[in-house]
């Protein structure tokens, strides 16, 4: 299961930088491309972001997460990139 948790807050992460891409870059450039694809980039979002965090609460207790480190890796979900930072930091020596 935790190598399922590595390979979701991967994909959770590129999701979320692709998300603000679409917001930053091609929003402003072509409107209706952005409304185009902002539907199905936010919903495969919503369920990566969803899966992180239900992987993470499952895992929790086999890893031996205390609660300062699991609370880390929620909020990691949050902030562009922290996603990233959990994989290499918390989970890159575990799977």
Do not use: C
């Not at 409107?31 to 919503?46: A, F, N, S, W």
């Amino acid at each position: 299961m935790l190598k399922i948790f590595k390979v979701t807050a991967i994909l959770e992460g590129i999701s979320y930088l692709v998300l603000f891409a679409n917001m930053l870059i091609i929003k402003t450039n072509n409107p209706e491309l952005y409304h185009t694809i902002l539907r199905p980039l936010g919903m495969t979002h919503g369920v990566l972001f969803i899966g992180y965090i239900v992987l993470a609460f499952l895992l929790k207790k086999s890893q031996n997460w205390d609660l300062k480190t699991f609370g880390i890796i929620l909020i990691a979900s949050l902030i562009p990139f922290g996603t990233f930072y959990i994989e290499k930091k918390y989970l890159e020596n575990n799977a």
